[in-house]
């Protein structure tokens, strides 16, 4: 602990958290928050938190002393601020929202009114950095460069001002949808076309100086109030410039840079974050001329940021840790090194290792979205790799994003034209290079095209080189074709569509040269399944013979110093490159692994590192001694000081075996992670491993759609109708059986991927052909897709088929919209009796059936009394952090107690609360251009929140507003397709109108609505363009301030009305609402003219 | 590419293979914890006679730069050849690439003929040398590394019973710069880029052999440089220095130069387990609110209790304590254990030469 010279100057600080994850702001702001609540806790400074992410561990019991579930606004923030009169606000800890509130909450005069002083950075350097110009001025007062940029109004003014900036330029036009009318001009002659066609999209043209192809270098710079300066990381983007770098594969330290471009960038950072006087951490972005030492600052971040989450990771420094002392004023020399324990924090790691940083993409979740990746931020999550060769790192990371791929040399796409790919990046671009490598294009050919640095090329190609090493090995290798074994897990079919293969090694010639190759192999980050691809082997295969060679891996830690001093740390990675373990393994039998959640993705997100962490520390309660696995840089679950051991590492069969046989542990928790861990269950318990909680056969018995259909039978509990197809005539015959709309999936799937609504014969004709292309090989599942059915869920927890705890929520929204981007009710509010009583007897009876022992999950339709179940995962859900802290009982804790022992019968209440929790989903659509904001049967928001509130509108219109929603004052525009709809809308459009609010609508909605004795205003939409967007909802001078939109279906295509309606709100920024049920709520709640009270969640809930 | 391996005095071998000249060495193992510079430091004349193992794995990315001379001194090396004796990484990156590359790290060691070793784990062989203290060693290449280790261990001579400094040192007077100020430079194996960062300044720099009598010279202010080995071999600059303290012309240190300062004054050095060789060494300043990240490369310090009176401690090493500069309370003399002038490492300290010249 440190002394410090502000001790006892601080009672109470208020920490403005980040909210919902979106993206360009996800996980790492949890982990950053709460690193500095444990920092202010050190010092006994109470402390107090806002943020509506419920799913956070900085939200949790134990971690600030008290938590308001409110929208981070300023309204909300000044109600906190005004009743808890804290000393002291920290605004650099939840991303750009609390940045932007903080500095909102200072121009209003509100901390001010307050005696609340913003620590650490001071607000003019905050605005310094923020506002473009001013950041321009302040760096050119010390000579530091940034990239030259002119605004012009004229072509005339454009040829007169085009001489301040060197060409080669980029052209581009002012407020114009994703880069529309921009260019690339190499000299005037070209300059000419460019500049016609960009003011043919906008009056306002910017003229930029290109830095096309120039390397993209971050620092991490850390700065005390004495001006002691470190700079902690250096990364160094794969990816030039021009991708934006929460895009870009990222390598840290930097690796091809010479100490001159090191240092040098090293000390212009220092220049810099002295000059913005900056007290805490910063992100310094450059772009260097990759041939000459020319450089320009592109951006400084005064806040942590992604880039500093992964920095903190990379390297073991705690840098939000830090931060947060040194907001209190703390000399940054006296802050001690969290690793060693020993030497101080003023010092910048030495790395004997390098990350590899991976974006992870879903955009294939989205219709109508452009894959192409450039300076705007579409990745929903990322993954860390940590290795001592290139090659290593990058194989790792392409794995972990569990896409589906074995390595570098697999791929499932087919590229028509490879310059094009990789030209123009897209997700798939690493495998365009993997692609042109193995057509024998040569690395500088690559560089030349992609202006990737030849260094990295050069390492692809290694690894390119070595895959026809390892084909060239069978020769040695003589095979006999087996069976499938009986209890062959399904799992092992791939979710890419590829069979594992089946053969085995009967005999081996020339074992050196195996070995040699092998060993190679694994240095240069092969897997055991991808080099068993290669050689027609099955994975378990190689990795008897890997061990047969004595080729194992060896555990090495992370130190912050490169063993220069000992330290006694837990953060840990395994790599081939090395010849000896840095630790020992002891036998203890209270050893228990913890799998993690691996990369946010839509579908997979913080919530699941809330139950790890949960899990890993409720197990440390009961003695256990904690391994958590996991490598996601965004998570708190890989803060080492949360477990005693941290293995940064795949989340493979492979990689967890290697794991458990050093370790040996009592057990491993593989239902606490979300899906990827539950996969492993069935393979790791083949292999012996120890799967604690429900069987793994069981597991498998809830996956496998025709072992857990007929357990649903046996137990006499209705579910869809459902059948596995592999033709277009059998899938048609099916889907007239049952009659449409019909829900078709591809027969394997994670999270609804690919999935959708088939309303008629042609709907499902061209999804089978298009979408999934179906074949014995490729299966579909079709089931009766229920129209107007209510959607409930139950989070439970059960010990030996005895249920425990469990929590009843009902969806706003009806069936047919993804579990994930529903709005949830808890407690139910509209339920009877008699569903709950159903509910629960069904959850009692699957919970016997499977003898689960540990957290499930089910989802149930209910029309009338028919209630089926339409899925049922024995794992942690996504809701379990939501249940757990509006119901009071900690699930995640409870089921692991459940694993372990004996948890005493208690009675639990989950139903009868005297207040209501809504989760509701936060979508991202505005990042992702062209995308459809529609909600569907595949899951598309990015992260959630959830409020509470003393009824159901209260908590409802907060959570609305937790995700950026604006409430409306006056004009509404309605558009309501299906006449249905239209009828069930009528009585909420009267009140609509009876409070007040000014009704717009096309012509067709507004006479039905005022034939009906309602007042809509009729206007005619102006047309759908690029150049003035933002005023397609503009009637008359009057701005719309909420779109109600009701599609025609779910599952609508092609560019119609609809959409363009939907998608202008989006790109204008009016609040947009899709839903029949969410509008209805949400006028209900208008109307109910509720009061949004700023209580804290103690005040509702008595958290246990 | 040929088998090679490093055998430690204490009998333990490290199994690799050649990337340099293929001829088999000896010296005293070392490491450096450093990410970037490897031309730097393989041309730093304080790592004569040594062995030196990169920490950081990757080495040999951007090759070895184009020559770059100023005042006809390169700026791209420190010295004018190779110093070490061998060369020990982990994984070295046969292709390489940089606007200034010329050739590759293991041509540009095949022509000086320097053997290096890739393939080891770098890592536990540094834990070896920081449990151990710093250990003589031999790099085995070829045929020789069939040779048992018990024998490689046996008879490796310890450099630093050698005149090391004699080695590196100058042995003519070169004069660079016009400048007002006259300086002279004692060379124990100065870094070029010591002299680059003197001659920002108005100055005349007469660079000497390290046992160069200076008594009877004109000058305006002495600097000591960094060099290799136990500062106590150098008895006659001691000497010489010992005198200077007794006038009052200003006298900067650096590194192996704050040692023959603190011997000079009376005080004594000690060999450190295994020294400090890297970029990230932070440095207090005593009396301040001001630490430097500095990059250092020595294994002798100061002992502080055995400073006379007038002398105090100007730099500490925060993570270990030791003795990071030294100044007399006269403030005319003063020298640092660390190298402001960096090449390879931070440049945080290169204030150090304007305070010396504003002495002067």
């Known amino acids: 602990m440190t002394k410090s010279p502000a001790n006892g100057k601080f009672q109470k600080i208020l920490i403005l958290g980040s909210g919902g994850l979106k993206i360009g702001q996800a996980g790492e702001f949890d982990y950053s928050g709460s690193q500095a609540i444990k920092a202010l806790k050190e010092q006994g400074i109470k402390t107090i938190l806002i943020n509506p992410n419920i799913a956070t561990v900085q939200t949790d019991k134990g971690m600030a002393d008290k938590i308001y579930f409110l929208p981070v606004t300023t309204k909300f923030v000044e109600q906190v601020i005004e009743k808890e009169k804290p000393q002291g606000i920290l605004l650099s800890f939840g991303g750009q929202t609390a940045l932007n509130c903080g500095l909102a909450l200072e121009k209003r005069g509100i901390l001010k009114k307050f005696n609340t002083k913003i620590l650490g950075t001071p607000v003019q350097s905050i605005r310094k950095t923020e506002d473009r110009d001013l950041f321009v001025r302040e760096l050119r007062k010390i000579k530091v460069k940034t990239p030259r940029s002119i605004a012009v109004k004229s072509k005339k003014q454009a040829y007169k001002k085009v001489g301040r900036i060197s060409y080669p330029l980029i052209v581009r036009a002012a407020y114009s949808l994703g880069g529309q009318g921009s260019g690339f001009a190499k000299n005037k002659k070209e ?93 310094i972005q450059f772009a260097l001329n990759p041939k000459t030492l020319d450089y320009r600052v592109i951006e400084v971040n005064a806040r942590l940021s992604r880039s500093s989450a992964l920095a903190s990771k990379a390297t073991g420094y705690p840098l939000a840790y830090v931060a947060a002392k040194l907001a209190l004023g703390h000399k940054l020399y006296e802050i001690k090194n969290a690793i060693t324990k020993k030497t101080t924090a003023c010092f910048e790691p030495a790395l004997d290792y390098l990350v590899l940083k991976f974006p992870r993409w879903d955009l294939n979740k989205f219709r109508k979205v452009s894959e192409e990746i450039g300076s705007e931020m579409k990745s929903v999550g990322e993954v860390m790799a940590i290795g001592r060769s290139f090659e290593e790192v990058i194989q ?298 429900t069987s793994p056969k069981n597991i498998d018995r809830a996956e496998d759609r025709y072992q857990f259909s007929s357990l649903l039978d046996q137990l006499k509990i209705s579910q869809p109708k459902w059948k596995e197809l592999s033709s277009i005539k059998n899938a048609l015959n099916f889907a007239n059986s049952v009659g449409y709309p019909v829900l078709v999936r591809p027969s394997y799937v994670l999270s609804g991927m690919a999935m959708s609504v088939a309303y008629n014969k042609n709907h499902l004709i061209n999804y089978l052909n298009k979408a999934t292309q179906i074949s014995p090989d490729r299966p579909v599942v079709i089931s009766k897709f229920e129209l107007g059915a209510k959607e409930i869920e139950i989070d439970a927890v059960a010990k030996n088929g005895k249920v425990i705890i469990y929590a009843i929520s009902e969806h706003v929204e009806n069936a047919g919209v993804h579990s994930g981007d529903a709005t949830i009710i808890l407690p139910p509010q509209k339920l009877y009796l008699y569903t709950i009583r159903r509910l629960k007897k069904i959850t009692k009876d699957i919970a016997r059936g499977l003898n689960i022992t540990g957290p499930f999950n089910l989802q149930f339709l209910a029309k009338a009394n028919d209630i089926k179940v339409i899925e049922c995962n024995l794992r942690a859900s996504r809701s379990f952090p939501f249940s757990s802290k509006v119901t009071g009982f900690n699930f995640a804790k409870i089921a692991t107690q459940a694993m372990i022992s004996d948890p005493a019968e208690k009675k639990f209440n989950t139903l009868d609360l005297g207040y209501v929790g809504v989760k509701a989903p936060q979508f991202s659509f505005g990042r992702l251009k062209g995308a459809d904001p529609v909600l569907g049967v595949e899951m598309r928001s990015t992260g959630e929140v959830a409020t509470l509130g003393d009824s159901l509108e209260e908590a409802f219109l907060k959570s609305l507003i937790a995700v950026n929603f604006r409430l409306p004052r006056k004009n509404i525009f309605l558009s309501i397709g299906p006449l249905e709809a239209k009828v069930e809308f009528i009585s909420y459009a009267k009140k609509l109108a009876a409070l007040g609010f000014k009704l717009y609508a096309t012509q067709i909605s507004a006479c039905f609505f005022n034939k009906r004795g309602i007042s809509v205003i009729p206007v005619k939409l102006k047309p759908f363009s690029h150049k003035k967007n933002n005023h397609i909802f503009e009637f008359s001078g009057k701005k719309i301030q909420l779109v109600i939109n009701i599609p025609n279906n779910l599952e609508t295509l092609g560019f119609s009305r609809g959409y363009r309606i939907r998608r202008s709100a989006i790109d204008s920024n009016i609040p947009l609402i899709n839903n029949l049920q969410v509008a209805k709520l949400f006028i209900d709640s208008l109307e109910s003219k509720v009061e949004l009270l700023a209580k804290p969640w103690n005040k509702y809930v008595k958290y246990q | 590419m040929l088998q090679a391996k490093l055998v430690l005095e204490d009998k333990s071998e490290f199994h690799g293979f050649s990337f340099g000249f293929p001829r088999s060495n000896q010296g005293e193992v070392v490491f450096n914890t450093g990410m970037t510079g490897y031309p730097e430091s393989l041309t730093d004349p304080s790592y004569q006679g040594q062995i030196l193992v990169a920490t950081y794995p990757l080495i040999g990315n951007y090759g070895i730069p184009k020559e770059n001379k100023k005042n006809h001194l390169s700026t791209v090396f420190e010295s004018d050849r190779i110093h070490l004796n061998g060369f020990i990484v982990s994984n070295y990156s046969r292709k390489f690439n940089h606007w200034r590359k010329k050739e590759s790290l293991s041509r540009f060691l095949k022509t000086q003929k320097i053997p290096g070793v890739c393939g080891i784990d770098t890592r536990s062989l540094t834990k070896k040398l920081r449990q151990k203290g710093v250990l003589l060693g031999r790099v085995l290449i070829g045929k020789d590394a069939s040779m048992p280790a018990r024998e490689a261990a046996k008879n490796i001579i310890d450099p630093n019973t050698r005149d090391l400094v004699a080695e590196v040192s100058t042995n003519q007077i070169e004069t660079f710069g016009q400048g007002k100020k006259k300086i002279i430079c004692l060379d124990c194996g100065m870094k070029n880029n010591i002299i680059h960062s003197l001659l920002k300044f108005d100055v005349t720099l007469k660079k000497v052999p390290s046992k160069y009598d200076f008594r009877k010279q004109s000058f305006d202010g002495l600097l000591i440089s960094n060099g290799p080995g136990d500062p106590q071999t150098n008895k006659q600059l001691i000497e010489n220095i010992r005198w200077a303290l007794k006038k009052k012309k200003p006298i900067f240190g650096i590194c192996l130069g704050n040692q023959i300062m603190a011997l000079a004054a009376g005080a004594k050095t000690y060999k450190l387990k295994y020294g400090h060789r890297g970029q990230n060494q932070p440095c207090l300043e005593i009396g301040t609110n001001r630490c430097y990240l500095t990059s250092q490369n020595h294994g002798f310090t100061v002992n502080p209790k055995t400073l006379p009176k007038q002398w105090k401690v100007w730099f500490k090493n925060i993570n270990d304590g030791t003795v990071e500069g030294i100044y007399h309370q006269s403030n005319r003399f003063f020298s640092v254990q660390f190298h402001p002038e960096a090449c390879p490492g931070p440049q945080d300290t290169k204030w150090l030469f304007k305070k010396f010249i504003d002495k002067l």
């Open chain 1, 396 to 693: 790792k990371a392409i794995r972990m994003l569990q896409t589906g791929s074995y390595g570098f040399t697999d791929w499932s796409f087919e590229f028509k034209d490879l310059e094009k790919e990789i030209k123009n990046p897209t997700p798939r671009r690493i495998f365009a290079i993997a692609a042109a490598l193995e057509n024998g294009w040569s690395p500088e050919k690559i560089a030349k095209i992609s202006q990737i640095d030849l260094w990295f090329l050069h390492k692809l190609k290694n690894i390119s080189n070595l895959r026809h090493s390892i084909k060239n090995l069978s020769r040695y290798i003589l095979t006999r074709e087996t069976s499938t074994p009986a209890n062959y897990p399904h799992k092992e079919k791939s979710f890419s569509g590829k069979l594992k293969t089946i053969f085995q090694i009967k005999k081996i010639k020339n074992p050196a040269k195996i070995k040699s190759i092998i060993r190679k192999a694994k240095q240069l980050g092969f897997s055991d399944a991808q080099i068993g691809w290669h050689l027609n082997v099955n994975e378990k295969e190689i990795r008897k013979l890997r061990k047969k060679l004595k080729i194992t891996p060896v555990v090495k830690q992370i130190d912050t110093l490169a063993a220069e001093f000992p330290a006694q740390t837990n953060y840990l990675y395994l790599t081939y490159n090395g010849t000896e373990h840095d630790i020992g393994f002891e036998k203890n039998k209270n050893t228990v692994v913890v799998l993690g959640s691996g990369p946010y993705c839509i579908g997979s997100s913080v919530e699941f590192d809330w139950c790890c962490v949960n899990a890993g520390r409720e197990l440390q309660k009961n003695g256990a001694k904690t391994i958590m696995v996991n490598y996601n840089p965004e998570t708190v679950s890989t803060d080492y000081d949360e477990c005693d051991r941290l293995y940064f590492e795949e989340l493979s069969e492979e990689r967890v075996l290697d794991i458990c046989e050093l370790e040996n542990p009592r057990g491993v928790v593989v239902s606490m992670g979300g899906q990827i861990p539950n996969n492993l269950a069935l393979a790791l318990h083949l292999q012996g491993v120890k799967i604690l909680g």
């Open chain 1, 191 to 283: 300059l000419e076309p460019i500049l016609e066609k960009a003011f043919s999209y906008s009056r306002q043209v910017l003229l930029e100086e290109s830095l096309k192809g120039w390397k993209e270098i971050e620092y991490e710079v850390v700065r005390d109030k004495f001006d002691n300066c470190v700079t902690v990381c250096n990364m160094e983007n794969f990816d030039p410039l021009g991708i934006h770098t929460g895009e870009s594969i990222v390598v840290a330290p930097s690796q091809t840079l010479d100490n001159r471009e090191y240092h040098f960038l090293r000390s212009l950072s220092i220049k810099i974050i002295r000059q913005l006087k900056i007290v805490g951490e910063c992100n």
